[in-house]
């Protein structure tokens, strides 16, 4: 038996977060120098001020989403 998201809402909201799981832990590891906080804004200042970092997280959340829809 196999667990996937049954809500599209669940599904999104998973995808995003095994998606930017990379970004999480690395905040996590740089943040224990350098403050969880300041390391946390930095990398969000930077990727809000450059949009394009957002295609490769949203183009795997599309095909997620629809392998999750076949399964």
Known sequence: MTLFPYRTSHMF???LILIDL???LAVAVIGWQ???V???E???DWRTS???SFIPSLALLVVLVRRWRRA
């Open 22 to 24: 990379p970004i999480i």
């Open 38 to 40: 300041n390391t946390y």
């Open 50 to 52: 450059h949009p394009w």
């Open 42 to 44: 930095s990398i969000m």
């Open 34 to 36: 350098h403050g969880y």
């Open 13 to 15: 909201l998973l995808g």
